[in-house]
């Protein structure tokens, strides 16, 4: 299927998601539903990084019912309900 992602690439989307800061430069779409982070999750929000590409839709990274092995972070609160 055209534009479809394979599936190693999701894996890897989650493995990153697992541990470290995911960025993105050009636009982009994120739903987090259900997640469970681990515990050595750093405490940063997917961002936009500085680029020449246009973001013309804007931060678009929602959020619903995930935790985190320890203290939760501020960052992944539910915001699905409010946005879409």
Known sequence: ???SR????CITLLL???VSALCYHRD???Y???CLFAKN??????????TANPILWG??????NCLRKGTDYKWYA???NKNV
């Open 32 to 34: 987090l539903i259900n």
């Open 78 to 80: 539910d915001n699905l």
């Open 6 to 9: 394979p599936i190693s690439s």
């Open 1 to 3: 299927m055209k534009g």
């Open 16 to 18: 990153l998601l697992a």
């Open 59 to 64: 931060h678009r990274v929602y959020y619903y």
């Open 41 to 50: 999750r750093t405490d940063s929000a997917i961002y936009a990084v500085p």
């Open 28 to 30: 982009a779409q994120f």
